[in-house]
Every structure is written in structure tokens, then in C-alpha cells.
């Protein structure tokens, strides 16, 4: 029948083979987890006990978000999985679990502030700008203006409207509902997944140090007998291995 969750196939405390009085029962099984990937959605219907169904989320790419601060919430995309305090594994293979550190598109969290407060948040494209300053009739201006009083942004939060990705945490369990639901981060639960982050980096990059040197010689290897083209090239390509511009010195590239 499979794995079974009974503890009547185990020994006693003395060591004893307890004896089989009862078959495996449905309600004891063990089912394999669901380990949620991050890709296009993909749901499978479980049947359980009491003809009830769970949704077995086995693939997700999107999600509805809550902004506490502003009480309210948007479905937005799941961009990558970056700090799981139960397991590193699950962060290399961007797996979907409750209370995991993701970071989602702020798009549609920015777009709100800047209708409800008429200010802008982050970095702002052509068209955008346009539209912010567009003329409004005094019914809305009083509007906005009373709202002005709770349009401040923690500088934290700021940031990442900056980058366009914001720190959240999934509060919904995947593999049960089927769904990839959560909050964002801010305040002092920021600040303390920030060090724990930046934490982790930092133990990854002690464990390789040879990392740096095998991209220099990568790179040094791209650079030798080649065109100023091609230099050129390899230069872009450090900096997008190292996330850092690199310095060309003694005929080759370094970070």
C-alpha cells in the first residue's frame, strides 16, 4: 500500500515485534510533498478524508500580496525564492513554502500609491510622469491632499520600489490550498531578514574563494590575442558574474 504514518509496524520500547492484529488504513498514508517550484501554474485535486479535495500546488508563478501599512493587497508575479530559515536547498531550487523570504514585482503596488497619494515611487518611466502631473479637477486634489498626511514610505521599503522587487513572506501553504499568498515585509521583520540575507551571502562567498579567480581567468582567457571588441565584451560579461565593474589593468580585466 506505501508508506504508512501508523507506529504499529514499529517496535515497542523493549524491542519487541509488535503483532499485525489490523491491515494499513487509508487515513495513515503518507503522501509524497509537494515541493512547489516556481514556474507556470500547475494544480493537482487530492482527495481526503471526508470526500474533501486540497488543491496540490506543484508549480506557481503568481500570488496576492498585502501592503499592511496600507491595507490593501494586489496579485503580483513571485520573481525568486531568496532566504528560507529551515533550509538552504529550497532557496537554490526556488521552492514555494509557508513562511518563505521571496521577492515579488512591485508594478502593481506602485501603481496604487501613485493614483491614491498622486506621488511618485521608485524609479518612473517617460509615459508615467506624464501621467502624474496631469491636471486634476478640485473634488480629487482635496482628496489627495488629505491623504498626504500617510504618504510617507519607509526609506527600507523605498529602496526596493527602486529596484522594482520587494522582500515578502508566503503565509498560504502552497501544497495544501494551492495558492501563493502573503505579505510584505517592513519594519523591524525587514531589517531582520535584510541581516539574515545579507548574512548568508556572505557565509556562500567565504566557502568559495576560488570563485573570483576562476572568473579572472575566465575572462583573461576570453581577453588574450583578442580585438578591443572583444575586450569590451568580456568586461560586460565579468560584470554581470560579479555584479561589480570591473578595472582593466596589466592587459586583463579584475574586480
Known amino acids: ?3 504508512s504514518r501508523d507506529s504499529r509496524h514499529k517496535r515497542s520500547a523493549t524491542g519487541a515485534r509488535r503483532a499485525q492484529y489490523r491491515k494499513k488504513r487509508k487515513f495513515e498514508l503518507g503522501r509524497q510533498s509537494a515541493n512547489t517550484k516556481l514556474g507556470s501554474k500547475r494544480i493537482h485535486l487530492v482527495r481526503v478524508r471526508g470526500g474533501n479535495y486540497k488543491r496540490r ?3 506557481l508563478d503568481s500570488g496576492n500580496f498585502s501592503w499592511g501599512s496600507e491595507g490593501i ?3 503580483t508575479r513571485v520573481l525568486t525564492v531568496v532566504y528560507n530559515a529551515s533550509n538552504n536547498e529550497l532557496v537554490r531550487t526556488n521552492t514555494l513554502v509557508k513562511s518563505a523570504v521571496i521577492q515579488i514585482d512591485a508594478t502593481p503596488f506602485r501603481q496604487w500609491y501613485e493614483s491614491h497619494y498622486a506621488l511618485p515611487l ?3 518611466k517617460a509615459g508615467e510622469e506624464a501621467a502624474a502631473t496631469e491636471k486634476k479637477s478640485r473634488s480629487v486634489e482635496k482628496k489627495v491632499a488629505a491623504r498626504a498626511a500617510t504618504a510617507a514610505v519607509d526609506p527600507l521599503l523605498n529602496d526596493q520600489f527602486n529596484a522594482g522587487r520587494l522582500y515578502a513572506v508566503i503565509s498560504s501553504r502552497p501544497g495544501q490550498s ?3 499568498d502573503g505579505y510584505i515585509l517592513e519594519g523591524k521583520e525587514l531589517e531582520f531578514y535584510i541581516r539574515k540575507i545579507k548574512s548568508a551571502e556572505e557565509q556562500k562567498a567565504a566557502k568559495n574563494p576560488m570563485r573570483n579567480l576562476r572568473i579572472e581567468k575566465l575572462v ?3 581577453c588574450v590575442g583578442e580585438s578591443g571588441d ?3 565584451r568580456a568586461a560586460k560579461v565579468l560584470e554581470q558574474l560579479t555584479g561589480q565593474t570591473p578595472v582593466y589593468s596589466k592587459a586583463r580585466y579584475t574586480v
Do not use: E, F, V
Open 1 to 3: 500500500m506505501g508508506i
Open 57 to 59: 500546488a506543484l508549480r
Open 73 to 75: 493587497s494586489r496579485k
Open 122 to 124: 521608485g524609479k518612473q
Open 178 to 180: 494551492g495558492r501563493c
Open 220 to 222: 583573461l582567457n576570453i
Open 230 to 232: 572583444r575586450l569590451t
